[in-house]
């Protein structure tokens, strides 16, 4: 099926420049470097696997064009994702870049180990949101996950992170049965105790976490059900145009909990994301391999019609409704280091 692009005459603050006759992307996810500090169990092999970074990736100018070119297509919402993005080593210029393209939302994920330094500079840079990953509070589980990561560097990002007054805060924690799958109401209380929401994560059958979701996996309902002392009852839901989450409310009210059901729960049918890898590809789904290149389309001075243009073309093979993401077969054979979190 072919997708038309039409260029809207009288462009306004509140109207994309150029419009997809159909459900478009609205948020995009840039992965900025493949690079990483850990590999975590289900998102990367070893470091003993012999994996090299990609040489060709986005400088400075060309990200901002890139997303300037999404943004006239109507992208609101922007998450910047590695790898591990503090890596790259003009990640506050960048953020500073793409915090003047006029997006509804800048946000970023990171793990954290090098966020003390940075938390306050990404934050007057223009960062409103950010997520940090953050599978135990144990230094020894924490470890073992994460393949040598270190905790208490990654505390010490979250304390700078929660002074530095980003507009909101939250972590990712994906739960392993055996293994931290017995730490979510401690991580939850330690987050509700900073005013840091907690999110809990089914593992995803992706490259590597398609060898352990099956064996290893912890559905929502399990979690809840861990949570329920600590939860109002009642079905968690999602937050417009923020994503794929399901939040439920505390007892009191108060703070919330959230969850990501990418295995039980598919959430493919209303999917609005789009992916960006570090060297230049769009990926209109996390579960298969297809992508379109936009490095030749950032010269010149037409660079955001022929960016619109590249959009299109991805957004054509992405997976109708019917797609169930990471349970599909090709899901297996994504490389989560390269395609970004």
């Not at 210029?93 to 970023?108: F, H, K, N, T, Y």
């Not at 936009?294 to 997976?319: M, N, T, Y």
Request: some cysteine.
């Amino acid at each position: 099926m072919v997708y038309a692009l039409r260029v809207l005459p009288d462009e306004s603050p509140v109207r994309p420049a150029y419009e997809v006759e159909r459900l478009t992307a609205r948020a995009v996810r840039i992965s900025v470097t493949d690079r990483c500090d850990m590999a975590c169990v289900y998102c990367r092999p070893s470091f003993a696997d012999g994996y090299l970074p990609t040489e060709e990736r986005l400088e400075l100018d060309e990200w901002e064009r890139l997303v300037r070119g999404l943004r006239a297509t109507g992208v609101t919402r922007v998450r910047i994702t590695g790898g591990e993005p503090l890596l790259h080593r003009e990640i506050v210029p960048i953020v500073e870049r793409l915090s003047q393209l006029g997006l509804e939302d800048l946000a970023m994920t990171t793990n954290a180990s090098r966020l003390e330094a940075v938390a306050g500079p990404l934050r007057r840079a223009g960062l409103r949101r950010l997520t940090i990953s953050l599978d135990s509070l144990d230094a020894q589980v924490f470890a073992s996950i994460t393949r040598g990561g270190r905790l208490e560097s990654v505390l010490a990002g979250i304390e700078s992170a929660c002074a530095a007054g980003f507009d909101e805060l939250k972590t990712n924690t994906v739960v392993v049965r055996g293994v931290n799958d017995g730490e979510l109401e401690t991580i939850t209380r330690w987050a509700w105790a900073r005013r840091i929401t907690p999110r809990f994560l089914e593992i995803m059958g992706v490259g590597e976490g398609a060898r352990i979701f099956r064996t290893r996996g912890v559905a929502y309902d399990e979690m809840r059900e861990r949570l329920a002392s600590l939860l109002a009852p009642g079905d968690a839901r999602t937050d417009r145009d923020r994503g794929p989450a399901r939040y439920a409310r505390s007892r009191d009210g108060a703070q919330r909990v959230g969850f990501i059901t990418g295995t039980s729960n598919t959430f493919c049918g209303d999917c609005d994301r789009l992916r960006v890898t570090s060297d230049g590809m769009l990926r209109p789904c996390l579960s298969r391999p297809e992508g379109v290149s936009v490095v030749d389309a950032l010269a010149g001075e037409d660079s955001d019609a022929r960016v619109a243009e590249r959009l299109v073309q991805a957004w054509s093979v992405k997976p109708d409704g019917e797609w169930k993401g990471c349970t599909e077969a090709t899901a297996a054979k994504v490389s989560m280091r390269a395609t970004g979190g």
